[in-house]
């Protein structure tokens, strides 16, 4: 006789989701001293970013698959704008951006590129996703934002009352930490707790009866360095802060082999990454 196999339960991606960002929440809490930071990009954080988001701007694969959809008279919310990699190019594209930021140092880099620009038709909102009341506007656009969100459906039903066009969520499908995975287990002896990818939130989607399309785009921002040194201090903050020279000297190692000169930089080399865009158009 046949043996009878039970039928796997079906997947609860929602709190898959929850699960994922709240186990790497406390493993953050258990291993950084410096996880309850009120603001994680403060510390010259978010202008590293910017400098990395202005470095890659020329070619941004996001853009080139929105530049179709642009005119005059389109209204755009950012979800989660950050430095402004995307509303900067956008904004002499459009009629209006809103840019939803809740760090007070990702708000200042962008205010900054906002006024160096001399964009006029931005708003820049302090609040963070869900919780704001806005307009809903012809494009919504939510770029590498949803991995720290725990709760992931109130997340993208707001998205979707909010897009009354067409709405673009876009996620890594590889942990941010890639390269140094291997590292991190040495150091700590446990692995690093994955973020939510991609693949979580088609699932996630899928469950919210959100049934979108899916492009693939290159993930083309990679950390550079001035110096070994800077490498280390960068590297180190991903690790989690690991204390002791022991330590500084097992990065430092790692990273001598694994750094390359590229356009008098150091890059930390890395596999060609991909991104997943998740998009659908209004749905009432
Ligand atoms: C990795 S950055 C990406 C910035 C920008 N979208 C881009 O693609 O360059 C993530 C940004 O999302 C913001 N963020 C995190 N949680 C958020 C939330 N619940 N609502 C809105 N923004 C959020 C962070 O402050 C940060 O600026």
């Known amino acids: 006789m046949e043996p009878v196999t039970a039928a796997p339960a079906p997947i609860d991606y929602v709190s898959r989701w ?8 406390e493993q ?10 009120p603001d994680q990009w403060a510390d010259g954080r978010a202008a590293r970013f910017r400098r990395m988001v202005t470095a890659s701007a020329a070619a941004d694969p996001l853009l080139d ?12 919310l950012d979800v989660g704008a950050g430095t402004g990699r995307h509303v900067i190019p956008l904004a002499p594209m459009v009629s209006r951006i809103t ?28 609040s963070s996703w869900p919780n704001v009341d806005v307009e809903p506007a012809d494009l919504v656009i939510c770029s590498h934002v949803a991995y720290v969100v725990a709760d992931i459906e109130p997340f993208l039903r707001r998205l979707d009352a909010a897009n009354r066009g067409r709405c673009v969520v876009v996620l ?29 939130l088609f699932g996630a989607a899928c469950q919210l009866g959100i ?12 950390q550079s360095f001035d110096s070994l040194d800077e490498a280390v201090q960068m590297v180190k903050r991903d690790l989690l802060n690991p204390e002791g020279p022991a330590v500084d000297r097992v ?11 590229q356009e008098g930089r150091w890059q930390l080399r890395t596999p060609p990454a991909v991104a997943g865009v998740l998009w659908w158009e209004r749905r009432s």
């Not at 953050?28 to 930071?37: E, I, T, Y």
């Not at 990065?251 to 000169?261: G, H, K, W």
């Open 99 to 126: 840019a939803i930021e809740p760090s007070p140092a990702m708000r200042a880099e962008l205010e900054a590129a906002v006024k160096d620009a001399r964009a006029t038709n931005v708003e820049i909102v302090a």
């Open 18 to 25: 929850r699960r994922l960002v709240e186990a790497r929440h």
């Open 251 to 261: 990065i430092r190692d790692f990273l001598a082999e694994r750094l390359v000169r």
């Open 211 to 222: 049934w979108a399309n899916v492009v693939n785009i290159p993930f083309t921002v990679a």
């Open 172 to 200: 890594r499908y590889l942990q941010r930490e890639t390269a140094i995975l291997d590292l991190f287990e040495r150091i700590w002896n446990e692995p690093r707790c994955p973020e939510p990818t991609f693949p979580d």
């Open 28 to 37: 953050g809490r258990r291993l950084d001293r410096f996880h309850d930071r």
């Open 65 to 76: 698959l929105l530049r179709p959809l642009l005119r005059r008279d389109l209204t755009v």
